[in-house]
C-alpha cells in the first residue's frame, strides 16, 4: 500500500511526499481509512511507528473536505500530556498547514496566558494543547466547543495517570454532540482506567492494536544489569558511556533531584549532559529540547517528563538508571530510541529498590528478563526473594487490573507475594494516581 491510495487531498499528499515517505506504516495503513470512514478509534502500536500522522492526516484530509460545523469555533483539538510533545505534534502539524489556509494554535501550560487568549480569538481551526491550560480558556470563554469535528487524545492513557481525567470530561461535555469524531492513541492502551474512560468519551469505537504493549520491539535491544546501591550504579554508567559507541543518549532517574544530581556528576566528569525535569520554567525546557534534538549535547538526564511521544532521531541508548513504577512507562521510555526502522539499546540497573519495578516489567512484558554482567562490576545483590514461593511467579500473567489496582490483586491472588525488604521502593501494584515519578504538566 502506499500514501497515494487513502485518496488525501493533493496538498496532503504533497507534503508527504516532502517529508520523503511513500509507504505508510501498519497503524497509518489501518487507521487513516478507518478515521477518514467516520469511526471513532482507539488504536495502539508500538513506540516509533507513526502514529502521529495516523491521526494527522485524517484529521487533515476532514477539514478540507467537509464544511465546518461552526465557522467560529476550533474543528480539531489535539491534546497531549507533556508540552514538549505538543510541541513536537504542533511542528508536524504546521508542515501540513502552512501551505493551507487553515490556522492553527498551540495552547501550553507555562506561557503567557494573555498572548494565548489574543491567538484564539483569531479563531484557529487546529488546537494542540495540554489539557489543563486549554481547560482554564475554555472555563473563561476564550473559544467554545460545539463546533469541533475531531478530538484526538495522543498517550491517552498517560493523561489519566497525570491525573488529568476532570480536565478531559470537561472537554468532552463542552463538545458533546453527535457529528464530533474522537480518536485515541498510545503504545499502550491496555489497562482497565483507559477502557472505562474511552467507553464514556468515543461511540462505538473501531479498536486498532498492531502489536500489543508487551510485544518485542525487535529494532531495541534490551538488557539488565543487577546493581547493588547509587555508586554501583554509577560505575555501570561509567563503564558504558566508556566503552559504548552511542550517538545520543536519554537517562531516566526516579525523581527530579536524582536527575539534578546524576547530570551535574555527568557534567563535572566532562560529558556533554543536559537535566530536563518539570520544575524549570518553560523557556528553559524548551532551550533544552532544542539544544538535545539539534545533537548540540550527548545525554540528556531526565524523569518520566520525556517518556512519552517523543521523537528524537539520534538517540541510540536509553538507561533506566532507575526503573519506572509504572510498567507501562518502561516500554515508551525504550522507545525513545529505535525509531522509525532504526535500531536501539536498552540498558536498565536494577538494585534492590528496583526490584519490585523489575517483576512488574517482566510481568507486564510476558517473558523472562535475564540478566547480563560486565566482568569486575558483578553485583552481589541477586534479587530478593519472595517470602511466600509460588510456582512461575515470572511467567504469570497480570491482568489489566491486577496491575493496575492493589485491591483487586489481593482479592484475586490468594496468597500475594511479600518482599523480604521492607522499604524496597514502589509497592509492586500501585493505584494509578500519579506519585513521585510524575511530573505534570498544566
Ligand atoms: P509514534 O507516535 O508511533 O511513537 P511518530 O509519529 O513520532 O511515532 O513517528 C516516528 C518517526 O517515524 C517520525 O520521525 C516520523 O516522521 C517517521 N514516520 C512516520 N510515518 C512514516 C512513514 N510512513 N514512513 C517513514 N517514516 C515515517
Ligand atoms: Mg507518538
Redesign the pocket.
Known amino acids: 500500500m502506499q500514501f497515494i491510495d487513502f485518496g488525501l487531498d493533493r496538498k496532503i499528499q504533497t507534503t508527504i511526499e516532502h517529508l520523503g ?1 511513500t ?3 501498519d497503524i ?1 495503513s489501518q487507521a487513516i481509512p478507518a478515521a477518514m470512514a467516520g469511526h471513532d478509534l482507539i488504536a495502539s ?1 508500538k ?7 495516523a491521526f494527522l492526516l485524517p484529521a487533515l484530509q476532514r477539514l478540507t473536505k467537509n464544511r465546518a460545523l461552526s465557522k467560529r469555533d476550533p474543528r480539531v483539538l489535539i491534546l497531549m500530556p507533556t508540552r514538549e510533545l505538543a510541541k513536537q505534534v504542533f511542528s508536524q502539524l504546521r508542515l501540513f498547514v502552512s501551505n493551507t489556509s487553515f490556522k492553527s494554535v498551540l495552547i501550553l501550560g507555562g506561557e503567557n496566558f494573555n498572548d494565548q487568549v489574543k491567538v484564539l480569538e483569531k479563531e484557529p481551526h487546529f488546537i494542540v494543547a495540554t489539557p489543563g491550560r486549554l481547560t482554564d480558556h475554555l472555563d473563561q470563554g476564550h473559544f467554545y466547543l460545539h463546533g469541533l469535528e475531531l478530538l484526538i487524545l495522543d498517550e491517552a492513557d498517560r493523561m489519566l495517570d497525570l491525573g488529568f481525567a476532570e480536565q478531559l470530561t470537561k472537554i468532552n461535555k463542552a463538545a458533546d454532540h453527535r457529528k464530533r469524531q474522537t480518536l485515541m492513541f498510545s ?1 499502550t492502551l491496555e489497562h482497565a482506567q483507559v477502557n472505562d474512560f474511552a467507553m464514556a468519551l468515543l461511540k462505538s469505537p473501531k479498536r486498532i492494536a498492531i502489536g500489543h504493549a508487551h510485544t518485542e520491539h525487535k529494532d531495541i535491544t534490551k538488557r539488565f544489569y543487577l546493581a547493588d546501591n547509587l555508586t554501583h550504579k554509577e560505575s555501570l554508567l561509567t563503564h558504558f558511556l566508556e566503552n559504548e559507541t552511542y550517538q545520543q543518549m536519554i537517562i531516566f532517574t526516579a525523581t527530579r533531584d536524582d536527575t539534578e544530581r546524576l547530570a551535574q556528576k555527568l557534567a563535572s566528569e566532562g560529558h556533554s549532559t543536559l537535566a530536563l525535569s518539570g520544575e524549570l520554567n518553560q523557556s528553559q525546557r524548551n532551550k533544552i529540547m532544542e539544544s538535545f534534538s539539534k545533537g548540540f549535547h550527548k545525554i540528556l538526564v531526565t524523569t518520566d517528563l520525556a517518556s512519552r ?1 517523543l ?1 528524537l ?1 539520534n538517540v541510540s541508548h536509553v538507561i533506566n538508571f532507575d526503573l519506572p513504577k509504572h510498567s507501562e512507562e518502561f516500554v515508551h521510555r525504550i ?1 525513545r530510541t529505535g ?2 526502522g532504526s535500531t536501539g539499546d536498552a540498558i536498565a540497573f536494577v538494585g534492590p529498590k528496583d526490584w519490585i519495578s523489575f517483576k512488574n516489567i517482566e510481568g507486564f512484558l510476558q517473558m523472562p528478563l535475564e540478566f547480563s554482567v560486565i566482568d569486575g562490576l558483578k553485583a552481589k545483590f541477586t534479587g530478593l526473594k519472595p517470602k511466600v514461593q509460588k510456582k512461575k511467579v515470572a511467567s504469570k500473567k497480570p491482568t489489566d487490573k491486577s496491575v493496575n489496582k492493589k485491591t483487586k490483586v489481593t482479592k484475586k491472588v490468594k496468597k500475594p507475594i511479600r518482599f523480604s525488604i521492607e522499604d524496597a521502593g514502589t509497592m509492586p501494584i500501585k493505584k494509578r494516581t500519579g506519585g513521585g515519578l510524575t511530573e505534570k504538566d498544566e
Open positions: 515517505f509507504e505508510p506504516t497509518q502500536s513506540t516509533g511507528s507513526g502514529k502521529t500522522l503504545a511521544g521523537d532521531v522507545g525509531r522509525a
